[in-house]
């Protein structure tokens, strides 16, 4: 009877749309957040951005096994004269590292990203370098790199305004004994933040990489820093969840004095994302975008929510789920990259660049479209959302129903952005009654896609959208 009651009470909060990461809670035992202010309420953290990552190209050479894999300064070159002619007139104004590759410095802190050659030995690309090749051509680097990580070829190199080496703030399996998992490796040179001099360090990385004109950072594997967990795998030892959220409250803290927007990535989000809420200005909401395509959008595992990384497995249902933190001066949903060339026809394609916009969302490329591929990305009419920082948010949470596929927003001008999708493999209907919005009149309409006016609608909206395809309305009151 116990184990029956269980697995009801998983069904129920599986598909049930209140459910939430965790109810318990217990997990902090004093409001994590007293004291702080989301980083997003920041003047001039409220957006989300349009960037471009090379992730694609290296997550190729990992598939491969090419090691080590490599950016040179050559890839650099080529990446922004791409991103400059291609991409910058429509308002991506960044380029951003990834992992991968070699990530290494000399006092704790990176100041070169990858090697030159397929050769370990072989000389590294210096940050200042790929900088300002970035600055002559009116572009900003972004970094994927954390706080909670250390870079060094010496130990004894003194934390910042401390009498304390950046080596002793590794793990010491004699006084850390409280570790979730000690038989576990560390995958990274994680800092430890109840060591004498952590707090000095957080704030030595944010002004690192702020005095360099970094005000981009993408945080990676928060969740095997908490507790070591990936899916069900225990990968790592796990440092707890009070050392996680004292990390959390110092990014917070420095990230707001150094002007840095911060990206948090493979967060648990426990307690309904409490500290990441406000220790990040966008937060990932699914698993790896990895090769791309319409399963991992929208398909892969559809339905199933745990309490833990990754919450959602495909983008589409972390934009669902967590559209209910997300907002203007509030933390933005990420959806990881978009490989536009995975998606099997102009449907998905318009798909997966309108529900991130639609959710108030970045767009973040990768690889290095061309042709009808790249104007996906360069519909000015579609990109104007994020331009003014539009956010919207389905009918309802609900992850299996038409509601979830219904999104909706208001304009600064008055006007009102209508998404209408379709997670199905055929043509289908969508209709949106206008009183579920509190919207009465007559409307006119425009297809932002079609960049066409389709006349004047009143009462609901009612079109046929494509199997994996969307339709996005902008209406404007009549008269």
């Not at 370990?120 to 690309?125: A, F, G, L, Q, Y």
């Not at 070591?228 to 409250?249: A, F, H, P, S, W």
């Not at 061309?370 to 949470?397: C, W």
């Amino acid at each position: 009877m116990i184990a029956g009651l269980m697995l009801a009470m998983m069904l129920t909060g599986c598909n049930s749309n209140e459910w939430d990461v965790t109810s318990d809670l217990t997990v902090d035992r004093v409001d994590p957040t007293i004291g702080l202010s989301p980083l997003a309420e920041q003047q001039g953290m409220d957006y989300a951005p349009l960037y471009w990552s090379v992730y694609g190209q290296l997550r190729q050479q990992e598939k491969e096994g090419s090691f080590p894999n490599i950016f040179t300064e050559a890839d650099w070159d080529k990446a922004i004269d791409y991103v400059a002619t291609n991409l910058k007139p429509y308002g991506y104004d960044m380029l951003v590292t990834d992992g991968f590759a070699s990530m290494s410095g000399d006092n704790g802190y990176m100041t070169r990203y990858s090697r030159t050659k397929k050769d370990e030995h072989s000389p590294e690309v210096e940050l200042s370098t790929i900088i300002e090749k970035l600055r002559k051509k009116g572009l900003k680097l972004g970094i994927y790199d954390s706080p909670f990580w250390l870079h060094y070829t010496n130990p004894d190199a003194l934390i910042p305004g401390t009498k304390y080496t950046v080596g002793s703030l590794r793990y010491n399996p004699k006084t850390d004994t409280d570790v979730l998992h000690p038989t576990k490796d560390d995958k990274f040179g994680w800092v430890v933040t109840d060591h004498p001099g952590a707090e000095q360090y957080f704030e030595g990385f944010f002004k690192h990489y702020s005095s360099m004109g970094v005000k981009f950072i993408r945080m990676d594997f928060l969740s095997w820093y908490e507790d070591g967990m990936n899916y069900t795998d225990q990968i790592d030892r796990g440092y707890g969840r009070e050392r996680y959220v004292k990390g959390l409250q110092w990014i917070n803290k420095y990230a707001r004095k150094y002007g840095v927007y911060v990206s948090l990535v493979m967060p648990h989000l426990k307690n309904n994302a409490i500290m990441e809420r406000y220790a990040g200005n966008m937060i990932r909401i699914d698993a790896d975008a990895l090769e791309g395509s319409w399963y991992r959008f929208s398909d892969n595992n559809r339905g199933t929510l745990r309490g833990g990384w990754p919450n959602s497995e495909n983008a589409f249902d972390g934009f669902i789920n967590w559209s209910k933190i997300s907002g203007h001066r509030k933390v933005r949903l990420d959806g990881d990259f978009i490989r536009i060339g995975s998606y099997a026809n102009d449907a998905e394609k318009q798909a997966v660049i309108s529900l991130p916009l639609m959710a108030g969302s970045p767009l973040s490329v990768t690889d290095m479209p061309t042709g009808h591929d790249l104007s996906f990305f360069q519909n000015s009419e579609i990109l104007a959302l994020q331009k003014e920082g539009f956010v919207g948010q389905p009918l309802a949470r609900d992850l299996w129903s038409t509601d979830g596929e219904i999104w909706y927003g208001q304009m600064k001008d008055g006007s009102w952005v209508i998404g209408l999708f379709n997670r199905g493999e055929t043509m289908a209907q969508r209709t949106l009654d206008f009183s579920r919005i509190g919207l009465s009149g007559r409307w006119n309409m425009r297809d932002l896609w079609k960049h066409s006016n389709e006349g004047t609608v009143s009462e609901k909206v009612e079109v046929e959208v494509p199997g994996h395809g969307c339709r996005i309305l902008k209406l404007t009151k009549v008269g």
